[in-house]
């Protein structure tokens, strides 16, 4: 990737996404405190001036590189969404909690970083939000579908439910990053059982109420 010239200096390559990962797994190593960019440059292999041409700051290189993250995790995730468009939506469910499961277990320390020491998501860059957003929306559409296919009409329920799938999974996959002795696929199991007995165990009354179709 060719870096805009700036302050003077000449024009130089770098391979930005590489750069940003780097840089990310520093961060989630030591922490947004404890990372210098003379460790970040370190790391990259990229010199101390030259991060600083291109990024301006820390804080912009930081903001950067969970952009960057979170846009894999959720393309990541829509992939395993849309290999399993042929099966029953709990096993599309499936396999989109194996997706999340192994990147928590295969990036413990940046999957910790990106969600925060709490658990909760630490959704604050617009890009991050977007992710997010459109993996909610691909399991919105995967409930509503799966609604009309048992003759109902669905609205607010529908995202509702794919907001309780998307939360609950982020909650129990952060669990997995920080409990190797944790085992995933029991777990990815277990949860695939509890939404079954959940979303199909439901009063359709209740989500028919939700979406204002009775009036009530």
């Known amino acids: 990737m060719a870096a805009s010239r700036s302050r003077g200096r000449p024009s130089f390559e770098m391979d930005e996404p590489a750069v940003l990962r780097a840089a990310l797994e520093a961060f989630a190593e030591f922490g947004l405190q404890g990372t210098s960019m003379e460790r970040v440059a370190e ?50 469910l499936r396999n989109g909690y194996v997706a999340l499961f192994s990147y928590a277990r295969e990036k413990p320390a940046v999957f910790q970083l990106i969600f925060g020491d709490a658990g909760a998501p630490t959704l604050t860059s617009g890009s991050a939000m977007r992710g997010r957003r459109l993996v909610v929306d691909a399991v919105t559409q995967l409930v509503s579908s799966q609604s009309i296919a048992f003759g109902r009409t669905t609205g607010p329920s529908a995202e509702v439910t794919a907001d309780v799938i998307v939360g609950s999974g982020e909650y129990v996959a952060m669990r997995l990053a920080r409990e190797p002795d944790l085992d995933p696929d029991m777990i990815t199991d277990f949860m695939v059982e509890i939404l079954s007995r959940g979303i199909f165990g439901t009063d359709p009354e209740t989500a028919a109420r939700i979406d204002g179709l009775s009036g009530a």
């Open 43 to 92: 790391r990259t292999g990229v010199a101390k001036t030259t991060l600083h041409d291109h990024f301006g700051s820390k804080s912009t290189l930081y903001e950067r590189a969970m952009e960057q993250e979170h846009e894999v995790l959720a393309s990541h995730l829509l992939s395993a969404y849309a290999a399993g468009q042929e099966l029953d939506m709990l096993e599309q």
